[in-house]
């Protein structure tokens, strides 16, 4: 049973490593204007990501108004973005990149399930939040919660945000972390993946 178990989970890490390797590929990609990773060996996609000691289980409200935790996933490699459905850049930009990897994952795809957390709970409701992450891919899921919830998730996870002004009116933007959360099927935070589109390129959107 033991030898099994170990044959799963390098499988699954090999899986892991599949996920992060195409999803730098096309972050690259993007960076350079290009649309397409084509015939790209996995092996020298360049993927370069620092394993946290941080993450772990959660309970959100999803976008179709129901309670979801993060174990619900388990036997899934999760893929944690947070933002805001205001966001100008960052986040449509992280989305898009998202959806293009895991069509280059073929049948595998449905190994991995990307989840949305807004770090924008006054504005970004469920049925706001059903609304952007479709629009990317039907599968992603968009969480909320109350400003109490969604400030202990970040906390876990390392994230940081806050409220920008924006002149010349009441509206506001957020400046927040711009990492992808890469979860293993354990429910195991294994990678963090820097967005290189924030500006200065460390992980952080100017808004």
Do not use: W
């Not at 996920?19 to 092996?43: E, K, P, Q, R, W």
């Not at 960052?90 to 293009?100: S, Y």
């Amino acid at each position: 049973m033991r030898v099994i178990k170990n044959r799963l989970n390098k499988l699954m890490g090999t899986f892991v490593t599949c996920v992060l390797a195409v999803f730098m590929t096309y972050a690259v990609m993007c960076d350079v204007g290009l649309s397409h990773a084509g015939n790209a060996s996995i092996a020298d996609s360049g993927a370069v990501s620092s394993v946290p000691d941080s993450g772990g289980d959660f309970t959100l409200t999803n976008h179709f108004g129901k309670k979801m935790r993060l174990c619900d996933f388990k036997g899934k490699v999760v893929l944690l973005f947070f933002g805001f459905t205001f966001c100008p850049d960052i986040c449509p930009t992280g989305l898009i990149e998202l959806d293009a990897a895991l069509e280059e994952l073929g049948d595998r795809k449905k190994e991995v399930q990307v989840l949305f957390i807004s770090v924008d709970p006054e504005r970004d409701t469920p049925e706001v939040l059903k609304e952007f992450v479709t629009y990317f891919n039907s599968t992603f899921i968009g969480l909320t919660g109350t400003p109490q919830e969604i400030r202990s998730v970040t906390e876990q996870y390392g994230v940081k945000f806050e409220k920008v002004s924006v002149e010349g009116g009441g509206d506001y933007l957020l400046r927040h972390s711009a990492n992808t959360y890469v979860i293993d099927a354990e429910g195991d935070l294994v990678d963090t993946i820097p967005h290189k589109h924030a500006a200065g390129g460390d992980g952080q959107d100017r808004g």
